[in-house]
């Protein structure tokens, strides 16, 4: 955890101090987590929209009395149902005082720690893989939150009928749905590598190019912090009322210092819990060992590493340590060659705002004379493919429950993964950098169609699966039901290979 009365600016490996983080930068942010066996957060709060007074009644339910926060001038800033906390805004000399005096009665106070984009920005490049359009899915049955520093939510590959929803988490950049401002286009980028489409004929076309979008913006131009990223979150999971009918997947190209079991890995591990999928960016920090970042290093987190173009090992992709399985699997991410012309790197949709500025910018491409795309690289790119290849198999088994008048199986997220496991292409280099291996959606896909043919047997699996993960990192331990079909004879033939053929194993164990 880091000090929480810090007088001094953290150090950055990017060069620049953090908003929330650094001190010098104006109020710390804080994660304040509700004592056990008291009052509880039933619902997701987003208390900068309400006038002061009524944010302080609300937060008095909690134990968080209005005297208090006067006195120390706190300002909040969400309540988090999930995480059980309030993220609140304090100035750095007061932090000390203001956390002694919660710890007292039983709160537990942390400073949020930093948050940054994972993005590999190097010189030109051309060419993305478009999206596999088979079996007529493009996603559109699914919501993609995606947060990140924001988004164009009116460009020509992602129109605004396709944005569900927008909120900015970043105090200092506006209002509560100004998502549009970015310094680099790293969120519009990401998004349209999850579902851009065409523009007037362009080749440029995400993996799924009819999801909807909710964009919660959670960077500034510096970063975020964990408080911001874990409000995102918590927003995210109030999107909807049932993510089996209505399947959910957050994409995190961000990361960050911090342990599998903090704060924010918590919170990761129960929406995960809850059937909404958690994708995350592995982290640029390869090729050393342990280098995964947060919240990629949660146990259940879906851990994304990544290959270049031409399906090597990119150097820059975090590894775990030896014997661990942080990285789930690999895609692409794009290669990294500096200075020299590069056809290996990320094509994606550019913020339309940056669009004069960087018009004439080697890293920009245009299409009929229009700036509407750049180029970066990084695991940042490799997550949010994956992100729209799994709204594909969401909503291919969405579709098969659904013709039979049935919603998703409660694990079936878990499910995923092991189809993407067992169909993954193999890549050259370490278990603990390479995962399972390349993400192959038309194998993916093909393995998913067969065993659809039994919805009981997938069911039971699912099941299996979300009772190990409940049992490991959930409030009530559950035992597994006893599978059925073509999952018991698994279990009863090949017990020892379970866990690398199916995946409950490697995936539970991080």
């Known amino acids: ?163 569900h929803s927008k909120r900015n988490f970043v105090p200092e950049d506006g209002g509560l749905e100004d998502v549009e401002t970015e310094s680099v286009s790293h969120g519009t980028h990401g998004m349209g590598i999850v579902g851009g489409q065409s523009v007037d004929g362009s080749p440029y076309v995400g993996m799924a190019p009819g999801v909807r979008f909710a964009v919660g913006k959670v960077l500034g131009a510096q970063g975020g912090s964990e408080a911001t990223v874990m409000a995102g979150l918590e927003w995210a999971a109030s999107l909807v009322p049932d993510a089996l009918k209505q399947p959910v997947i957050v994409n995190l190209s961000l990361g960050g210092p911090g342990e599998p079991d903090s704060a924010l890995g918590r919170l990761v591990n129960k929406l995960r819990l809850k059937n909404i999928v958690v994708v995350a960016a592995a982290g640029n920090e390869g090729p050393m060992e342990g280098t995964v970042g947060s919240p990629a290093n949660a146990p259940l987190a879906i851990s994304v590493g990544a290959v270049d173009k031409k399906k090597a090992l990119t150097d820059y992709s975090s590894r775990g340590k030896p014997g661990t399985d942080l990285v789930s699997w690999l895609d692409f991410g794009g290669g990294v060659f500096f200075g020299l012309p590069n056809p290996y790197e990320i094509v994606s949709a550019l913020n339309r705002k940056l669009a004069d500025a960087m018009a004439e910018e080697p890293s920009t491409v245009k299409w009929k004379d229009k700036a509407l795309y750049t180029h970066m690289s990084g695991t940042s790119m490799a997550a949010p493919h994956s992100t729209g290849k799994l709204a594909l198999l969401a909503e291919r088994m969405l579709r098969a429950y659904r013709e039979k008048g049935r919603d998703l199986p409660n694990g079936y997220s878990f499910y995923l993964e092991t189809v993407v496991e067992r169909s993954a292409a193999k890549v050259e280099g370490a278990p603990e950098a390479v995962g399972a291996g390349l993400f192959d959606t038309e194998a993916a896909l093909k393995l998913l169609d067969s065993e659809l043919s039994d919805l009981d047997a997938v069911a039971a699996a699912s099941a299996a699966l979300m009772a190990e993960a409940e049992k490991k990192f959930g409030d009530q331990p559950a035992a597994p039901p006893a599978p059925s079909g073509w999952l018991g004879r698994l279990f009863a033939f090949f017990p020892a290979v379970w866990g690398s053929a199916i995946g409950p194993v490697t995936l539970l164990l991080r």
């Open 1 to 163: 955890n880091l000090p929480l009365d810090l007088p001094t600016p953290l150090p950055d490996p990017k060069g620049a101090g953090v908003p929330g983080v650094d001190a010098n930068l104006g109020p710390v942010h804080l994660i304040v987590e509700l004592p056990e066996g008291g009052a509880r957060i039933a619902r997701f709060q987003d208390y900068r929209g309400l006038a002061t007074a009524a944010a302080v009644e609300s937060a008095s339910a909690y134990g968080l009395d209005a005297e208090t926060l006067a006195r120390h001038d706190a300002q909040l800033q969400t309540a988090m149902p999930n995480a059980q906390a309030v993220w609140m805004n304090v100035a750095a000399p007061k932090v000390t005082a203001l956390r002694t005096e919660l710890e007292a009665r039983g709160f537990k106070v942390r400073r949020a720690g930093p948050m940054y984009r994972l993005t590999k920005e190097t010189g030109p490049l051309s060419g993305m893989p478009e999206a596999r359009e088979t079996r007529g899915l493009d996603g559109k049955d699914v919501l993609v939150a995606y947060l990140d520093e924001g988004g164009d939510t009116d460009h020509p590959a992602i129109p605004n009928a396709r944005i």
